[in-house]
């Protein structure tokens, strides 16, 4: 008969600490997010990742980021991709189209199947990434950053802003899917814009030698998406210096260094709006239902001090659209 | 399943019903209480929320008007500004300053695109790009502003164009703009503060054109139609179009279900102090009962309980030093009644008596083992005066019979022993007061009295033969007497004879022959007498004339009687009636009381023997006036071989024996005696009703 009253209270001890769990909803484990990135040029997407999702409510204690850097090395990036996919996370974030096409490769090869949101990819549908912007299919989804579509927007706003340029040197990595079809953009729109274009393949070792070799007064350089331009932003921006000509890149950081003008979204408000994704998935969300997204701003950026160096005079006509790095020196809009 | 509830409960042991009802006690209060609360809270709540709704959800539709009119006055601004030649300028001013535009035209009075300037796209347009719809160009036509219809771009995007005419060189042309809604829910959905709560618009059809939750914008059905949302909504009379704001009924609901599961929190910390609270009520009020209940079945298994200690004075305590004290003595009764037991079975397997229990059909239902030897374990179903007497009826002077009977059916029984000799059973029957029905409501107690009766047999025959060794010489004088008269005229016949004596006539020789043939039949009168006394024979009924046996009694003692001068007198009625019995056995008795007062009186003594009927008895007195009996001997004169006569007078058998055979007679003997004045002895004999009439 005791043993009936010690069941009976042991009973309710148990229901007494299953309800106190249930209502203060405690997480001892964190939720595992795996980041996978290239390179640490792309640190800062997760940056603005971790700040949206704290701003989602998130606790830091909630989440565990399970990040692995490639650092600019593709061999290395299938290493790391293996080790994340070990550790078994929710979900992953990528951090570009290279890391997204590699873990593609990899879960198809190893039949994993882990939700993937993608924090910023030129074009998805057309790498293959995904089926449709509408529904997504697989296991991925993310962010279109539109990049490749604005290849073109970027000549025309080049040619705009530097009226006097008459050659236009298109740097692209070939060895990249985004990239060359970037290029391809950046043609069409220059045969809409009648302006000659030099594609300079930047897989190519020598094509610094190259762009030295030929770069002539009057022309104008326009960088297109790609992960190792990504890595080589400071040696083209010291090209770029050397031989005094006008350039667009892409982000905002490119400018930081030197590049004359950017145009597309910044890499830390694709991470933070990759992060409403990583939420909804974590609610229970497929990745197959949630359409990809485009950015929510396009930046429009504009280096005053490599204007000066530069001395060459810009449209005003369209600089109403630019965001302008270093105001103190050159006077904001 | 109420009927299961009940039927497991009432099965429940006490405790667990103390505990049940604590634990319902504590519960429906608390969660009636709390679903009063939450019932009416959660209606206030949800109005309030209604109402903030509808108040946030009026600015916003007049935010969304707004963003339209400034995008208006911004393209009405444009067109001023262009005709200053800054029109390029202007327009990706006016992408800087609002991000919703996506693209800005100004089309010509034909309505195709003169001038674009895109956000996304080359500024260029096609040959000959068209930018209306049929409808819109119509309304451009006739409106001062014109919205187009909700269109998707490229990417799926929901955008619509709005468009205002300006009149340049004389033609109307008009500037427009591509506004991405999302881009305006976007906007408009970080004024608010709630944010559990979501936007969205809804066109003049009800197909949702843009919502603050990107995904929830292409599924086929946003919602299910059972959705559990508080939702307000506001029509924008410009655009036709309608503005929902829904919140889930779960966040809407979350302070109010917190509160509640806070409560239930409580409830259940209450429930679970309620519930250690009623099992030490439950234990303490049940604790007693289950001692109580281990202290019974101990009883009931005869074991010894432990005596219940509880340091209690309440009704609980007493009960419990009632149990003790009746523990303690039931204890006690149940060690006496196996005492008892013990010694009665002892008794009923030792005694030399069969025992049998009979109901009062005359079933036997137990017997004990001596029974069963004597019947030879015949079938017990028989009823018992089968089985004991070898009847086929009910024995007419039995208790079980006649219940009304005052005697215990005390009756002798004869049957055959294993060897054929025949075996004397006493049988008496003694109702059962306490009796349960059915399981033997009288006794039957039988004794085996053969060998008692062949005794009695054998003392009556000896103090016969006593009687008559005593009497020997008198009985010797007594026929010599005759003996001697007969040789005295047989010789003087034979004399006379021999001398032919001539006066010997016939009529003398007649006179001698009937002299001895007188004294011959008085001798064969006292030897047959004599003959008859000492016969040994078993109890023989027959008709008992009391007077001639007391007659014969005397003839037998008459020459002692003379012997010792005493004077006899007898007052015997001839009105006695007939007794029914042993008369032989009678005369014993009498010759004995006689000679008893023989040798109690002096020479020339007294001696009277009296008869009467008296209360349906026949009264037999002997007295005397002897000597009389101390009154210290008294009590033991019927005592077997107890004597007052010196050696060889007596046996001390003779009042033994009487007493013995006025028993067989149903009668009583009773001696009086004052010592030196005399002795009295009664003998009553009863008669028989039947006899008497």
Request: proline share 4%.
């Amino acid at each position: 008969m005791k043993t009936k009253w010690y069941f009976f209270i042991l009973i309710i001890i148990i229901v007494s600490v299953l309800l106190n769990n249930f209502i203060n909803h405690r997480e001892d484990t964190p939720t595992k997010i795996g980041v996978i990135m290239m390179g640490n040029s792309r640190v800062e997407k997760l940056t603005g990742l971790k700040k949206g999702i704290r701003e989602l409510g998130y606790k830091e204690d909630a989440i565990e980021y399970v990040v692995k850097n490639a650092l600019d090395n593709e061999k290395t990036l299938n290493e790391k991709i293996d080790e994340l996919i070990k550790e078994k996370p929710a979900l992953i974030v990528t951090m570009g189209g290279i890391e997204t096409l590699a873990l593609k490769e990899k879960m198809e090869e190893q039949k994993v199947k882990i939700p993937v949101v993608f924090a910023g990819v030129a074009a998805p549908k057309e790498i293959g990434i995904i089926k449709d912007y509408r529904s997504p299919g697989g296991f991925f989804t993310g962010i279109n950053n539109y990049h490749t579509s604005l290849s073109g927007k970027r000549l025309e706003l080049l040619h705009q802003l530097v009226p006097s340029a008459k050659r236009f040197f298109v740097l692209y990595d070939k060895e990249n899917k985004v990239s060359v079809l970037s290029l391809e953009n950046t043609i069409d729109a220059a045969k809409s814009l009648a302006l000659p274009v030099i594609p300079v393949n930047i897989s190519d070792p020598k094509f610094t030698e190259f762009l030295s070799g030929n770069i002539q007064q009057d022309d104008a350089l326009l960088m297109v998406p790609g992960f190792r331009m990504e890595s080589l932003t400071e040696k083209i921006a010291k090209i770029i210096k050397e031989n005094k000509i006008p350039a667009m890149g892409v982000y905002g950081n490119e400018v930081e260094e030197g590049i004359l003008a950017s145009y597309g979204s910044s890499f830390e408000e694709q991470g933070y709006q990759a992060a409403r994704y990583v939420s909804r998935i974590l609610q229970g969300n497929s990745p197959a239902d949630l359409p990809v997204e485009l950015p929510d701003t396009i930046h429009f950026f504009i280096n005053t001090k490599v204007k000066d160096e530069l001395g060459i005079e810009l449209n005003s006509e369209i600089t109403n659209l630019a965001e302008f790095i270093k105001p103190d020196r050159e006077g904001a809009k | 399943m109420d009927g299961k509830i009940r039927n497991w409960l009432s099965s429940q042991p006490i405790r667990i019903k103390v505990l049940v009802f604590g634990i319902i006690m504590s519960i429906i209060p608390l969660l009636l209480t709390s679903y009063y609360y939450y019932s009416n809270v959660k209606a206030d709540l949800e109005n309030r929320i209604l109402a903030n709704q509808k108040l946030v959800i009026q600015n916003l539709s007049s935010e969304i008007e707004l963003e339209f009119n400034q995008t208006f006055r911004q393209l009405q601004m444009a067109t001023t500004l262009k005709q200053q030649g800054k029109q390029q300028s202007i327009f990706y001013d006016l992408l800087q300053q609002n991000e919703s535009i996506e693209e800005i035209v100004i089309t010509d009075d034909a309505g195709y695109i003169q001038k674009k300037v895109s956000r996304y796209n080359l500024n260029i347009p096609l040959k000959n790009e068209k930018w209306f719809s049929d409808s819109f160009w119509s309304d451009f036509q006739s409106k001062s502003k014109t919205y187009g219809k909700v269109e998707f771009n490229q990417f799926g995007q929901p955008i619509v164009k709005v468009m205002i005419p300006f009149i340049e060189d004389g033609k109307q042309k008009g500037i427009g703009a591509i506004i991405q809604l999302q881009k305006i829910i976007g906007k408009i959905s970080s004024l608010r503060q709630e944010d559990s709560s979501y936007l969205y618009l809804l066109d003049k059809d009800g197909k949702v054109i843009a919502h603050q939750d990107y995904s929830q914008l292409w599924k086929k059905h946003p919602y299910p139609a059972d959705r559990d949302v508080l939702g307000v909504q506001t029509k924008i009379s410009d655009l036709g179009w309608t503005l929902v704001m829904e919140q889930p009924a779960s966040t809407a609901y979350e302070p109010i279900n917190h509160m509640f599961r806070n409560g239930l929190y409580v409830a259940a910390i209450a429930t679970i102090i309620v519930s250690l609270i009623s099992v030490y009520a439950g234990l303490y009020f049940t604790t007693p009962i289950i001692y109580l209940e281990k202290g019974m079945n101990n009883l009931k298994t005869g074991r010894k309980p432990a005596p219940i200690l509880l340091n209690r004075q309440d009704e609980l305590g007493k009960l419990a030093e009632s149990f003790n004290e009746m523990s303690s003595e039931l204890q006690e009764k149940s060690l006496r009644l196996e005492q008892e037991k013990e010694r009665l079975s002892v008794v009923v397997d030792g005694i030399e008596a069969g025992l049998a229990l009979v109901t009062k059909d005359y079933k036997v239902t137990w017997m004990n083992p001596l029974l069963q030897i004597w019947i030879h374990n015949q079938d017990v179903h028989l009823p018992c005066f089968t089985l004991l007497g070898g009847k086929k009826e009910a024995c007419e002077d039995c208790p079980i019979t006649c219940p009304e009977l005052d005697a215990n059916g005390n009756s002798i029984m004869k049957t055959k022993g294993e060897n054929g000799e025949e075996r004397i059973f006493n049988h008496r029957v003694f109702p059962l007061n306490h009796a349960m029905n059915g399981e033997g409501e009288f006794l039957i107690v039988i004794e085996d009295i053969t060998e008692q009766k062949q005794i009695e047999e054998k003392m009556i025959q000896t103090d016969k033969l006593t009687a008559l060794g005593l009497m020997a010489s008198s009985f010797a004088h007594e026929v010599n007497n005759p003996l001697a008269t007969i040789n005295v005229f047989a010789e003087d016949l034979i004399d006379r004879l021999e001398q032919k004596d001539t006066e010997l006539d016939e009529e003398e020789m007649a006179l001698y022959l009937a002299k001895i043939k007188e004294n011959t039949e008085r001798c064969k009168r006292i030897t047959s007498n004599l003959l008859n006394f000492s016969r040994k024979s078993n109890w023989t009924v027959t008709h008992i004339d009391v007077n001639e046996t007391i007659t014969n009694s005397i003839h037998l003692v008459e020459s002692t009687l003379k012997k010792k001068q005493i004077k006899l007198t007898t007052e015997l009625p001839h009105d006695l009636p007939v007794l029914f019995g042993d008369s032989l056995k009678m005369m014993q008795v009498i010759v004995n009381l006689i000679n008893n007062a023989i040798d109690a009186v002096e020479k020339a003594g007294q001696l009277m023997i009296t008869a009467k009927v008296e209360q349906n008895s026949v009264c037999i007195q002997v007295i005397d006036n002897g000597y009389g009996i101390a009154p210290e001997v008294l009590g033991k004169i019927f005592d077997p071989f107890y004597t007052t006569k010196p050696v060889g007078k007596g046996t001390g058998l003779g009042l033994s024996v009487c007493y013995g055979i006025i028993e067989e007679f149903g009668g009583t003997i009773q001696v009086e005696s004052i010592e030196a004045a005399g002795t009295t002895v009664t003998v009553r004999i009863p008669i028989k009703k039947s006899e008497w009439e």
